[in-house]
């Protein structure tokens, strides 16, 4: 019953991102800005060129803007549809799976037993005790379904009366 190791690995992976922080996203930022300066100092100046430079500019300054906008619109629709799947309802679900796995494990490792094999007879175990309360209520549901007005049950159909004293 326990998860399989690229299973872990990628749950792990998903909870241990890494993002350019504040520091790395400068560094970067002021390498392209160098890099950029330095195309006017190896091109000979020409008043065409200046210009062909400025229209260059104001199209990536644009385009930056626009880029912004859009990946904060972006962002905003991700964190309705983030904040609609991971209510506290879900954390809260989760926390109980959290505080129930836990206890099996404390209670596998009290008994000295191994919390895999603990969880898989568990699993069993609940299935048997599911399917066994459905299985009677799915009887006692048809049996009451079967009552008329009065509350008078009819009799269940037999072939023989020593069905009865079985």
């Not at 048809?142 to 009819?154: C, F, M, N, R």
Request: charged share 25%; net charge negative; proline share 2%.
């Amino acid at each position: 019953m326990s998860l399989k190791k690229t299973e872990t690995q990628t749950y792990k992976a998903i909870t241990n991102q890494q993002y350019l922080n504040a520091k790395q996203l400068s560094m970067l930022s002021l390498a392209i800005i160098i890099l950029i300066q330095m195309i006017p100092i190896f091109v000979t100046r020409t008043p065409y060129l200046e210009w062909m430079l400025l229209g260059f500019t104001a199209a990536v300054s644009t385009c930056a803007v626009m880029g912004a906008i859009l990946v904060q619109y972006n962002a905003d629709k991700i964190s309705k549809l983030y904040r609609s799947a991971f209510n506290s309802d879900f954390y809260e679900t989760i926390g109980l799976f959290t505080q129930l796995k836990n206890t099996i494990q404390e209670q596998a490792d009290k008994e000295g037993l191994d919390f895999e094999e603990e969880v898989e007879r568990l699993g069993i175990d609940s299935y048997a005790v599911v399917r066994g309360y459905l299985e009677s209520f799915r009887e006692h549901y048809h049996l009451s379904q079967a009552e008329d007005d009065l509350g008078v049950i009819e009799a269940p159909e037999y072939d023989d009366e020593q069905e009865l004293f079985s």
